[in-house]
């Protein structure tokens, strides 16, 4: 993955807007490690090839980013998106990593379901 550059990660969002596709989209504060530290509070979200359209997608911020996906009814977005790629099979892999290199948001795109 690279470092977010704003003008390539937007005309990858783009380049899904208008199309039935399917996002991933996770997030984790540690939520595996939380068994190291029983006062730690962990809270994470997941969700798996859900088939939406959006309408607009968006980059904003200075880093790290938040991106943001207008559908009918409302919005999907992730914040702390600090690195991007187009994979091999053409899907938009969005992620953020914090000081330590560790996953904390991803957010991904793909015209076909994810495995």
């Given at each position: 993955?690279?470092?977010?550059?704003?003008?390539?990660?937007?005309?990858?969002?783009?380049s899904?807007?208008?199309?039935?596709?399917?996002?991933?989209?996770?997030?984790t504060?540690?939520?595996?490690a939380?068994?190291?530290d029983?006062?730690?509070?962990?809270?994470?979200?997941?969700?798996?090839?859900?088939?939406?359209?959006?309408?607009?997608?968006?980059?904003?911020?200075?880093g790290?980013?938040?991106?943001?996906?207008?559908?009918?009814?409302?919005?999907?977005?992730?914040?702390g998106?600090?690195?991007?790629?187009?994979?091999?099979?053409?899907?938009l892999?969005l992620?953020?990593?914090d000081h330590?290199?560790k996953?904390a948001?991803a957010?991904?795109?793909s015209?076909?379901?994810?495995?």
């Amino acid at each position: 993955m690279e470092l977010i550059d704003v003008k390539g990660a937007q005309d990858a969002i783009n380049s899904f807007a208008n199309k039935d596709v399917y996002i991933h989209l996770e997030t984790t504060n540690g939520a595996y490690a939380s068994h190291n530290d029983q006062s730690f509070f962990s809270a994470g979200a997941f969700i798996r090839n859900a088939l939406v359209r959006y309408e607009l997608g968006k980059i904003t911020g200075n880093g790290p980013f938040r991106v943001g996906l207008k559908i009918q009814l409302g919005w999907i977005y992730a914040e702390g998106i600090t690195h991007y790629e187009i994979d091999e099979d053409n899907r938009l892999l969005l992620a953020g990593h914090d000081h330590d290199g560790k996953l904390a948001v991803a957010l991904e795109i793909s015209s076909t379901p994810f495995e």
